[in-house]
T-cell receptor, first 112, second 112 residues
Framework: SQTIHQWPATLVQPVGSPLSLECTVE??????LYWYRQAAGRGLQLLFY??????ISSEVPQNLSASRPQDRQFILSSKKLLLSDSGFYLC???????????FGEGSWLTVV | QKEVEQDPGPLSVPEGAIVSLNCTYS??????FMWYRQYSRKGPELLMYTYSSGNKEDGRFTAQVDKSSKYISLFIRDSQPSDSATYLC????????????FGRGTSLIVHP
């Protein structure tokens, strides 16, 4: 079965500092990968998705970026964090041969 | 009109009540429907999925799809305080899109 590892689980970063959140998956090959952000009491906001290595699509303009250097690795980055970047970041996958989406445990980011 | 509408709640019920959680959708191409449960500060976990119309039962949970009305429901029998969470409905990407569709989620509180 598929598993998703996200780290770090929690981090507090100052405004203007860089960010790197990592997501790795196991138990599947060539999945679609997604980064979502969930603000408190809000729904899931799709940030990026990837259908393959090096293929990234952005859903919203922002100071975040994503990369997929390997089939099972998805990275969310920022060069300079804003207060508005605070939130709960979720990595998700859709198996190449399935319909069910699986989520990681998430990373809580607080920008101070 | 959003593709998926879901009342955010909160829905507060006493322990032992039957809970009905609902979503309406607008895209008739959706063929596969998922329900997720999300505890506070955790990633969403898949609860149930179902194809087409009709009912699917899993323990105290029943998923129901009415494709003619574009309406899906999740029923929880004998609700427990441990069922307190946010429940999200979802449909996978379809029609050439790589983007799954999620409801905003309904917050459920089961009080003893």
């Amino acid at each position: 079965s598929q598993t998703i590892h996200q780290w770090p689980a929690t981090l507090v970063q100052p405004v203007g500092s860089p960010l790197s959140l990592e997501c790795t998956v196991e138990g599947t090959s060539n999945p679609n990968l997604y980064w979502y952000r969930q603000a408190a009491g809000r729904g899931l906001q799709l940030l990026f998705y990837s259908v393959g290595i090096g293929q990234i699509s952005s859903e919203v303009p922002q100071n975040l970026s994503a990369s997929r250097p390997q089939d099972r690795q998805f990275i969310l980055s920022s060069k300079k964090l804003l207060l508005s970047d605070s939130g709960f970041y979720l990595c998700a996958l859709l198996p190449s041969s399935g319909n069910t989406i699986y989520f990681g445990e998430g990373s809580w980011l607080t920008v101070v | 009109q959003k593709e998926v509408e879901q009342d955010p709640g909160p829905l507060s019920v006493p322990e032992g009540a039957i809970v009905s959680l609902n979503c309406t959708y607008s895209n008739s191409a959706f063929q596969y429907f998922m329900w997720y449960r999300q505890y506070s500060r955790k990633g969403p976990e898949l609860l149930m999925y179902t194809y087409s119309s009709g009912n699917k039962e899993d323990g105290r949970f029943t998923a129901q799809v009415d494709k003619s009305s574009k309406y899906i429901s999740l029923f929880i029998r004998d609700s427990q305080p441990s069922d307190s969470a946010t429940y999200l409905c979802a449909m996978p990407a379809s029609g050439g899109s790589y983007i799954p569709t999620f409801g905003r989620g309904t917050s459920l509180i089961v009080h003893p």
